[in-house]
């Protein structure tokens, strides 16, 4: 239901561009988050896109440096990684569900299969 893509090695201060193509339904029906999980750790909400409104929360871990950005004639989210760091080194998964609350994964119907993003020098 989700192709996700743009996951890779990048350098420490490097960007990566995220992208997550819903397949079998508009992603207008839906909020769509982005969450990741580090080797070892838990799985952790990175950013809600809501569909309601337009707008996104990021956790405070990201703020500043990662924008979501939706591009509806692809059906397709995007997230934008800029001054990527080791410890942002994790599969990343995007998520759609009615609601957009990041502290609660279990809200969220459709996963995609994860990509990974590595930084590393």
């Known amino acids: 239901q989700f192709v996700e893509s743009g996951g890779g090695l990048v350098q420490p201060g490097g960007s990566l561009k995220l992208s997550c193509e819903a397949v079998e339904f508009s992603l207008d029906l839906y909020s769509i988050a982005w969450f990741r999980r580090a080797p070892g750790k838990g799985r952790e909400g990175v950013a809600c896109?809501?569909?309601?409104?337009?707008?996104?929360n990021y956790a405070d871990s990201v703020k500043g440096r990662f924008t979501v950005s939706k591009d509806k004639s692809t059906n397709t989210i995007h997230l934008e990684m800029n001054s990527l760091q080791p410890e942002d080194t994790a599969i990343y998964y995007c998520a759609a569900s009615l609601m957009c609350r990041l502290e609660v994964p279990g809200e969220f119907d459709y996963w995609g299969r994860g990509t990974q993003v590595t930084v590393s020098s």
């Open positions: 896109f809501r569909s309601r409104d337009g707008n996104t």
